[in-house]
């Protein structure tokens, strides 16, 4: 892991409900934010004591958030999805080293788990958070190459998933070749339900909302084009 990297990422921390609101509840207490509470503890505890501690897990069966969808045909609907943390940290950490920050944070807090800490411990941890801060006030003055040749390749994947993806239809899919339109088959195919389940596969992870390349009209026009064809076909 690395401790003195100024640029950051977005980290999706699956978690249920419960650990996420105990989250962030601690960190409002706290007055910082999630990223924060995971970090503090990153800084200071070993690493191998982490891997080793508790993790809480991914959100069971059945537990599941709404939020309210912004953009496209289906705005101000309801999206039923897994629960999470959305954390901006350095690149390099496991979800699941992060997840296990914040389990320790919270016990931390409760008075569930002590520790011993070095003053060398205190002293490194210190010196990291120093070497990070420069990065940081570094990197913002002078972005590296590294860092705009990233922003310039996800800017030209973005286009070439909107060169390549569908054309949102105006009125929705109400038809069986606006559905083979949607799901990327010929006017005349006639795929298996095998086939179009793959090809949905394919496509839902691309447009996705919650994808880097997602869209909420396409995503929802996927799911009636597959509706459609299995309607049709099955």
């Known amino acids: 892991m690395s401790a003195s990297s100024g640029v950051k990422q977005s980290y999706t921390i699956p978690c249920s409900s419960t650990f996420r609101d105990t989250v962030l509840q601690l ?21 191998k004591t982490i891997e080793d501690y508790e993790d809480p897990g991914d ?31 350095p690149p390099g950490f496991a979800v699941v080293t992060v997840r296990k920050a914040l389990k320790m944070a919270i016990d931390f807090d409760a008075g569930d788990v002590n520790m011993r800490v070095e003053k060398s411990d205190v ?11 420069r990065a940081i006030k570094k990197r913002q003055a002078e972005p590296p190459v590294e860092l705009l040749q990233s922003r310039e390749e996800l800017e030209r994947l973005r286009q070439i998933v909107d060169n390549l993806a569908f054309d949102p239809l105006d009125r929705g ?40 390349y997602g869209s909420h009209q396409r ?8 509706d459609l064809l299995r309607k049709h076909i099955s």
Request: hydrophobic letters at 45%.
């Open 123 to 133: 002293l490194a941890a210190e010196r990291a958070a120093l070497e990070e801060a």
């Open 59 to 89: 959100p069971p069966k059945g537990d599941r958030e709404t939020i309210v969808l912004k953009s496209g045909p289906a705005e101000g609907r309801p999206w039923r999805r897994k629960p999470r943390l959305q954390l901006r940290l």
């Open 219 to 226: 995503m929802t026009q996927l799911n009636a084009a597959m």
């Open 27 to 47: 960190a409002e207490r706290r007055g910082v934010n999630a990223a924060d509470l995971a970090r503090s503890v990153m800084l200071i505890v070993p690493e």
């Open 173 to 212: 899919v109400t038809t069986f070749n606006e559905a083979l339109h949607v799901m990327g088959f010929a006017p005349s195919a006639r795929p298996d339900m095998r086939t179009i389940r793959a090809k949905y596969r394919v496509l839902a992870a691309i447009h996705h909302p919650d994808s880097n």
